[in-house]
């Protein structure tokens, strides 16, 4: 039987596994056995560019927080080598950085699961997902979309602007004529 503070202590890290993982906009279990510091390195780097919480976690441990948020089909990809990668912001960020690793490092590294909004991602979600642009990159094709017309628009008021102020007529004036 454990003594008290140890149990103390596993379930306060279940208790804060349990909520980071509610408040995640989404969830990504991977087994990382195999690779090497300097890549777990680079990997934490873009995870952490991108505002991604990346952490080793127990199994057992794992368990008890998913089982708690009802993400019980989660509970057979827990064994071996299992780290969590959570955010609450771009939804997106987790599956592409650790989709586009797991290809860079082929067998060595794996995403076990997904959730996103209190569901258990299948394998084909997670790789249609995983192929969208980043939130920053969707926002900045929508500001282009929406701005291309206005800027194309004033490009011609300033052309015809430019030429009643040098006195020339409109094309436009001119073919009526």
Do not use: H, W
């Amino acid at each position: 039987m454990p003594n008290a503070q140890v149990l103390s202590e596993k379930q306060a890290i279940v208790a804060a596994l349990t909520d980071r993982m509610q408040n995640a906009s989404c969830g990504v279990l991977v087994d990382y056995e195999g690779i090497t510091v300097a890549q777990d390195t680079e990997l934490r780097t873009a995870l952490r560019q991108e505002d991604v919480e990346y952490t080793v976690i127990k199994n057992t441990l794992a368990r008890r927080a998913i089982d708690s948020l009802g993400y019980s089909a989660l509970d057979e990809k827990l064994n071996g080598t299992t780290s969590l990668a959570t955010t609450t912001g771009d939804p997106i960020a987790p599956l592409r950085i650790l989709t586009d690793y797991a290809k860079k490092m082929n067998s060595k590294f794996a995403v076990k699961a997904a959730f996103m909004e209190n569901k258990v991602l299948s394998e084909a979600e997670i790789a249609e997902l995983s192929t969208l642009s980043s939130k920053k990159d969707l926002q900045a094709q929508l500001i282009g979309a929406v701005c291309g017309p206005v800027i194309g628009l004033l490009g011609v008021l300033e052309a015809i602007i430019a030429k009643e102020e040098s006195g020339e007529e409109p094309a436009a004036e001119a073919a009526a004529e």
